[in-house]
Nanobody, 114 residues
Framework: QVQLVESGGGLVQAGGSLRLSCAASGSILSIDAMGWYRQAPGKQRELVAIITKGGSTNYVDSVKGRFTISRDNAKNMVYLQMNSLKPEDTAVYYC????????WGQGTQVTVSS
């Protein structure tokens, strides 16, 4: 199984930016789609960004124009550039396959203050 480790979260003010990183223990070349998920307190986990191995992307409407997902297959890394952050973006962020497979990593906390 490919193990995924997220990093890069933190505390920022509204309007700020963060770049999240996801390091895979194995090759992601054969994984058709990787995604970033998030779960806020009291809410269900949601898929917010998807990227295929060919580089095609899709986003949930609430983050379109603000978040950019990317992947480096050679380095087995997936990234999420988060700009113009809003308090509603506060959540624990996870990366995983799409559809989800294996176990969740520890996630990385993103907190956006008003």
């Amino acid at each position: 199984q490919v193990q995924l480790v997220e990093s890069g979260g933190g505390l920022v003010q509204a309007g700020g930016s963060l770049r999240l990183s996801c390091a895979a223990s194995g090759s992601i070349l054969s994984i058709d789609a990787m995604g970033w998920y998030r779960q806020a307190p009291g809410k269900q986990r949601e898929l917010v960004a998807i990227i295929t191995k060919g580089g095609s992307t899709n986003y949930v409407d609430s983050v379109k124009g603000r978040f950019t997902i990317s992947r480096d297959n050679a380095k087995n890394m997936v990234y999420l550039q988060m700009n113009s952050l809003k308090p509603e973006d506060t959540a624990v962020y996870y990366c995983n396959k799409v559809p989800r497979g294996g176990s969740w990593g520890q996630g990385t906390q993103v907190t956006v203050s008003s």
